[in-house]
């Protein structure tokens, strides 16, 4: 078992991640607002680096409902969208169903803050 200032340390640490990365990393803070952002960030890349599609209706649906409400979720990525974080694209196979995809810079500050955390 870790000692109480292993655990204190380790909070710390996590605490100041958060702050300087979110300062550092413009397009994870857009994500890492809320607990919700932060699983739809995770499953978005889970998917890109997996090289799946992922639909935005099958995104929001893999999000418990008491994170966020599908109204926000579809908001956070709206504005994704708009701010060139995320690319939004009408599937192949149904244009009715759109396909969202990590920009190069957010791939690019994911990758960074991945290195930063020591888990690249």
């Not at 109480?4 to 550092?24: I, P, V």
């Not at 952002?37 to 889970?46: H, T």
């Not at 969208?81 to 939004?88: C, D, E, W």
């Not at 169903?97 to 991945?114: A, H």
Request: charged residues 30%; hydrophobic residues 40%; contains cysteine.
């Amino acid at each position: 078992m870790k000692s109480k200032e292993a655990l204190t340390r380790q909070c710390k640490y996590l605490f100041d991640e958060f702050l300087t990365n979110n300062k550092k990393y413009k397009t994870l803070a857009h994500f890492r607002r809320s607990p919700g952002g932060y699983l739809v960030m995770l499953k978005i890349f889970e998917n890109y680096f997996s090289d799946k599609d992922i639909h935005v209706e099958e995104l929001i649906r893999l999000i418990p409902i008491t994170t966020n409400s599908r109204l926000s979720l579809f908001s956070l990525i709206d504005i994704a969208v708009k701010k060139n974080i995320l690319i939004k694209s009408g599937d192949t196979g149904d244009h009715r169903k759109k396909l969202v995809t990590p920009s190069e810079i957010f791939i690019k500050e994911f990758r960074e803050w991945l290195t930063d955390l020591g888990l690249i």
